[in-house]
């Protein structure tokens, strides 16, 4: 579909959906940006470009990514179900993706874009690390030298990471202003760009920042719901009722979504960390809790006070505890065309455990939050109905805080 | 170009300094730094010490822009307990203090438009504020803030950038007021100083585009840096060096911005004098 009324024309030249997005940067930093705008639309234009980005999706992350349908899990929640109730479940199963989770479709399309730009350093911030994996991976498979911000509170509860980049050559660089999470690894990653104009590109690893950046990284992730639509086809020869992924600035999200915004059938639930609860501070559910402001390069909804101080995020997982979220999705609720809930940490504990143990799977603490409102909302919903859920990560990162939360000495 | 332009305290002052043969001295502090009760006092140094214009900076919890010295000012600030509210007061009891003297906030997109940019101009200039510097609103997002504050005939200050360039100034220019803020080093605030010879180009292509004056910040703490800056700019900025100051001293900070600020419009005086 490409009608006007599209949902899927944002944003505008701009760089904004409804309200959201637009450029909200430094000076110097915006004739940059718009100097990635340009590269972007050529780029997008180039066939050549899509075969490079299709290649390494191929060979070197393994896409597609399977869709598999969770026998076990499904049979797990039609347990207590009403009489034909209990939907079928499948999974996205992006944490088999070489890194570990989504977050690489979305490096490997920004590195191209840097090599195109001319551009010899690579710098990213990363909260639970994954987007620093993935960010020193093809930083390493194109011999660029590579920064990676990263809170020094998330440096100290995400270890098996912080390796994992320095095996790869990245150098970490705790930020230890804030919270020390990954709200002020990107506050440093952004002084860093600014510092280094010449010569650095910045790998942006969610939906957010300044436009263009939510629009290219949506666009790589897309991938995730191009591939579920036409997997979904083969094995169902139809559309799914409900899509279902967590958000932190909501990238597996909108890459699940975007392709399927048109198709009024389909029900989207984006799972926003409930943290210790949405009537306790401790959360990071921008949308539930939060009210439209500018940070880091765009307008959206942000967790601040009265007087528009950011107010710090938490939640269990690393990757979720950001006091944002990306602006397609602020736009997204705002004409409710997708619909948001949260899970709690304990919420995400529970569907962690459940995936383990049904389905042999252990996934990441992000997805796990998905998995949770899977867990409410398969049991509600009839046997014929089909959910997909985006596993967008993988739980190895994850053992030690889990074992710490279950109380479970390691 | 908008109109206000040549009118009100800010014009006002590069006028003066202009008239004096000499470039106006622009200082910055992080209002709320250490403490709401404590800014009064250092903004009265400034002034004391030879200021011409204030930058009163709005705390904000991720000043991205911003250096070390400024980035801890912040804390400190918001560690106090420092509310939007009590900048208005203030901005407003500097106004009352010193009727004369142009005070621009200079701070965040967020805090500014948190309850609306209308709502924020018009107690702006309640509080007898004559503009604003925003360091995240470049002009592709001039209709968030820049509307109000022109309403309440409030200048926005904009900022151009060693990355600003032929193409892109006369964007920058549209709507600008008050005074073109040269922001020396594609960097954060508070590190190294520009080459001098690079300052001395950029000042020279941006007064050829603009009849605003062309102040310059970023990196300057030595009075012989200002000087030097002094000789071609029509205002030099100062900040994180004098921030530095409010961290090491704290309530003992005036008596010691006072000297410091001195010393730098001293050397701002002669600056042109020396040359000829």
Known sequence: MSSAASLRAGPDARGHFGSFGGRYVAETLMPLVLDLERHYGAAKADPAFKAQFDHLMTHYVGRPSPLYFAERLTEHLREGAGPDRGAKIYLKRDELNHTGAHKINNCIGQILLALRMGKTRIIAETGAGQHGVATATVAARFGLPCVIYMGAKDIERQKPNVFRMRLLGAEVRPATSGRQTLKDAMNEALRDWVANVHDTFYIIGTAAGPHPYPELVRDFQSVIGHETRAQLDAAEGRLPDLLVAAIGGGSNAIGLFHPFLDEPSVRMVGVEAAGRGLDTPDHAASLAGGEPGVLHGNKTFLLQDADGQIIEGHSISAGLDYPGIGPEHSWLHSIGRVEYQSATDDDALDAFQMLCRTEGIIPALEPSHALAVVKRLAPTMSRDEIIVANLCGRGDKDIFTVAEALGVEM | ?276
Not at chain 2, 159 to 164: D, K, R
Not at chain 2, 185 to 207: E, F, H, N
Not at chain 2, 259 to 268: D, G, K, N, Q, W
Request: contains cysteine; proline residues 6%; negative net charge.
């Open chain 2, 1 to 276: 170009m908008s109109a206000g332009v040549t009118e009100g305290r800010l014009p006002a002052a590069f006028a003066r300094a202009a008239a004096d043969g000499r470039a106006a001295l622009v200082t910055f502090v992080t209002g709320g730094d250490p403490t709401p009760a404590d800014t009064a006092a250092i903004l009265d140094a400034l002034v004391e010490g030879g200021a011409d214009v204030i930058e009163l900076g709005m705390p904000f919890t991720d000043p991205m822009a911003d250096g070390m010295a400024i980035q801890l000012a912040n804390l400190r600030s918001l560690g106090a307990g420092t509310r939007t509210a009590d900048l208005l007061d203030i901005a407003r009891s500097f106004r009352a203090r010193h009727p004369q003297v142009p005070l621009v906030l200079m701070g965040y997109a967020n805090p500014m438009l948190r309850r609306g940019a209308d709502v924020f101009a018009a107690e702006a200039q309640a509080a007898g504020v004559d503009g604003i510097i925003c360091v995240d609103v470049p002009p592709e997002e001039d209709d968030a803030l820049g509307p109000a504050l022109r309403a309440r005939g409030l200048h926005l200050v904009r900022l151009a950038t060693p990355t600003t360039d032929a193409v892109r100034l006369p964007t920058v220019l549209e709507g600008a007021s008050g005074f073109l803020y040269y922001v020396s080093v594609a960097g954060i605030t508070g590190l190294q100083q520009a080459a001098q010879a690079s300052i001395d180009t950029a000042v020279a292509r941006l007064k050829a585009a603009t009849d605003i004056p062309v102040a310059v910040g970023f990196g300057i703490r030595t009075p012989e840096q200002a000087a030097a800056v002094a000789r071609v700019a029509d205002g030099v900025v100062v900040g994180s060096a004098i921030v530095e100051l409010v961290g090491l001293h704290g309530s003992q900070a005036p008596y010691h911005i006072r000297s410091y600020v001195r010393s730098l419009s001293e050397a701002i005086a002669v600056s042109r004098k020396e040359l000829a």
